[in-house]
């Protein structure tokens, strides 16, 4: 295995994360609960659990008390899932499905958050991409029929991320069961990054890849949908034994088991998953109807449609803002003049001619004045 390449977009957000000059309108996590929060939403029995912790090891899949509140999430037994970091669950899912590959290429939804794919490559998988389409009527979609047309008898594994960082893209119900279906038909694994799950805007939300098929391996956790990153609390989920057993076995060599505080708050987050998703949903509400107003005011500088769920979107940039430039010089222009930090479609190594735009903080209203004053300068 070769050591993966440097990730880009990690690099990009370290240059500004923790800046504190700098204001962030990329962000793919939601607003952050506090500590003080998550405890109050906890029933006295947990909160007494907490108060008396003891810091030591964790059952290295995950206590049965957290998978077991997983288990309701994703629909499948706790036996079939392993806690674990969310970004460490890919390291750990793909290393291993890339021996089980056996010279067998991958297929990976493109452009896609860098490990995805990296992971993959770094231990010597030849992959091809399910590129994103755009048309400025539609906006972005995956097609199913190019999907088909790239599956061949030299393929063993199918990577998607749905919602989808960066466009948001969702899949219609339909769409997902004819992914399920052509993987099944052609025996073979899918995996499958829910971390944007329980973001969708519409009930009933699409079932976990994990639950429905036993080739598929499920990614989620509580960063970005429970707004609760920090915690570090994801999953991997399948429910075939021997896969699973290799992902234990190698995160053996990692974190090993999860730190006890971090799965005492992940038990009180999961069982009050509503009051936090709920909290998280209404401030998307409220910042895509402004981000919308500002779309239509600026039309001819940028170009939005309204995605059905997750964080972000990606947002086209016209040639009149461009002015034969990239993205990444006008994020450039934008951070100088005035602080404000959006990731360019560069850090996703894509057409530099589009930004991520992050939808789920508090603090969205302020920045985009400045976003606005920004275009203004670009107007008639
Ligand atoms: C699609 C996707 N998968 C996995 C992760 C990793 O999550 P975390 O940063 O919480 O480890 C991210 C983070 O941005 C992501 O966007």
């Known amino acids: 295995m070769d050591l993966p390449k440097t990730f880009k977009l990690e690099r990009y957000f370290a240059q500004y994360e923790f800046d504190n000059t700098k204001k ?19 029933s006295s029995e947990d909160v007494e ?41 890919i390291f750990i899912a793909l290393t291993c499905l890339a021996k089980e590959l056996k010279g067998k290429k991958a297929i990976v939804c493109w452009p896609c958050y860098q490990s995805l794919i990296e992971v993959l490559e770094s231990n010597g998988v030849t992959t091809d991409k399910w590129l994103a389409r755009y048309s400025s009527e539609k906006g972005w979609y995956f097609d199913m029929n190019e999907l088909r047309g790239l599956i061949k008898d030299n393929v063993g594994l199918v990577v998607v991320n749905f919602p989808h960082n960066p466009t948001s893209f969702l899949p219609s119900t339909d769409e997902f069961n004819e ?4 993987c099944k038909e052609n025996d073979i694994y899918l995996f499958s990054d829910e971390m944007y799950r329980m973001t969708e805007r519409s009930i009933p939300h699409l079932s976990s890849a994990c639950s429905v098929y036993d080739k598929a391996i499920s990614l989620s956790g509580l960063s970005k949908s429970f707004g609760l990153p ?15 057993g290799k992902f234990k076995g190698l995160k053996d060599y990692l974190t090993i088991c999860s730190s006890s505080p971090t799965e005492a708050l992940g038990v009180i987050a999961l069982k009050n998953r509503d009051a936090l998703t709920t909290t ?4 998307i509400k409220k910042n895509l109807s402004l981000v919308s107003a500002l779309a239509v005011k600026y039309q001819e500088l940028i170009e939005w449609h309204e995605p059905k769920a997750g964080t972000t979107g990606f947002m ?9 430039r990239t993205a990444t010089d006008v994020c450039a222009e934008l951070v100088d003049k005035f602080n404000i930090v959006l990731l360019p479609a560069k850090t996703y190594q894509y057409e530099d001619k589009y930004v991520r735009f992050g939808f789920a903080r508090k603090d969205m209203e302020i920045l985009l004045t400045d976003f606005d004053n920004f275009l203004s300068q670009y107007a008639n």
């Open 49 to 89: 659990k907490w108060n008396n912790l003891k810091l030591c090891y964790t059952d290295s899949q995950g206590s049965l008390e957290l998978r077991t509140e997983i288990s309701k999430l994703q629909d499948i037994n706790p036996e079939n899932i392993l806690v674990c970091v969310p970004a460490e669950g």
């Open 179 to 182: 992914l399920i279906k052509l």
């Open 24 to 42: 962030l309108l990329c962000c793919s996590d939601a607003e952050s609960f506090d500590l003080k929060t998550l405890l109050s939403l906890g």
């Open 230 to 244: 920090g915690l570090r609390v994801g999953w991997l989920c399948c429910q075939n034994d021997e896969i699973l």
């Open 280 to 283: 998280i949903q209404l401030i």
């Open 316 to 324: 086209k940039l016209r040639e009149k803002l461009l002015k034969g």
